[in-house]
């Protein structure tokens, strides 16, 4: 196949992506798939999408990562044809929370990114931003904050028109059976947080208990949202995140552009339409 060919038949992929069974309503895109690995087939070909699309506008990608099975669910990315036609020189990495651990350890959510996708794919290392790891949780929290504010300063990293805070190209967000996003936990007074932009946690209910951690107000400047979200030890928490008044934190997740939840069928399997959910 020549070069001309491959990216004709790359642009057909990055224009097929298709749900079991979706619905759109304002910012908010409910897609539904057959499986985990349509999910991730679908993921990596809306982020590519999107990469194609920001750096035709403004020159560079800016992604959010988290951590758990979501880096496993990327794994398409790191496969042809996106690892030969994204544009990977253009993209700069943050981590929408991480654990305030070695980055070498098990638990760093730094170290399941680089060694599932990160080290598979040419991002320039010194566009990867990964916290210090020699820092107290605090100490952590607002390095990396100072970071994003010389990122800011440099017009690295545009901020928001709206809020006034950093406004990322694309945030991948997972969800745990709690409920929560990032380290904002249910029964953890940092989901309040209005005003920083990175806080800290010292006693989060799920291990290792020091975390650091975006705040919704930055989260929700981000342009484009996706919550990838599989397995049937989700379907209850994905059910009350959809029920009416509901206070977990994944249901205060919104995005200036567009919110997408990616679900599998086992997900999704307590809703039983997926169009009831606007209904709410």
Not at 6 to 26: D, N
Not at 259 to 274: E, G, H, N, R
Request: hydrophobic share 40%; glycine share 4%; charged share 25%.
């Amino acid at each position: 196949m020549t070069q001309y060919n491959q990216l004709v038949c790359f642009v057909f992929i990055l224009s097929s992506i298709v749900a079991m069974e979706s619905y759109k309503l304002g910012k908010k895109t409910i897609l539904k798939f057959d499986s985990e690995e349509d999910v991730g087939i679908a993921l990596a070909k809306y982020t590519a999408h999107l990469s194609e699309k920001f750096i035709k506008e403004k020159g560079s990608f800016s992604v959010v990562l988290s951590g758990g099975s979501l880096i496993y669910t990327m794994r398409f990315l790191t496969l042809p044809p996106y690892t030969d036609f994204v544009d990977w020189s253009k993209w700069s990495i943050f981590w929408v929370d991480e654990r305030v651990v070695p980055l070498d350890d098990k638990k760093s959510n730094y170290k399941l990114a680089f060694d599932g996708f990160l080290s598979k794919v040419p991002i320039p290392s010194n566009q990867i931003y990964a916290i210090k790891d020699n820092l107290s949780p605090e100490g952590t929290a607002d390095d990396y904050e100072a970071r994003l504010h010389d990122l800011v300063a440099k017009k690295i990293l545009p901020l928001s028109e709206a809020t006034g805070f950093p406004k990322f190209d694309l945030m991948l967000l997972g969800m745990g059976p709690d409920g929560h996003v990032a380290s904002l936990f249910p029964n953890r007074n940092q989901k309040f947080e209005k005003k920083r932009w990175v806080t800290f946690i010292k006693d989060s209910p799920k291990p290792p208990p020091p975390r650091i951690t975006l705040t919704f107000p930055v989260i929700n400047s981000s342009s484009e949202i996706a919550m990838v979200i599989t397995g049937v030890e989700l379907a209850n928490t994905v059910k009350a995140v959809f029920s009416n008044n509901s206070d977990l934190p994944a249901a205060h997740v919104s995005a200036e552009e567009e919110l997408t939840w990616f679900l599998d069928k086992d997900a999704a399997s307590k809703l039983v339409k997926i169009e009831q959910v606007f209904e709410n």
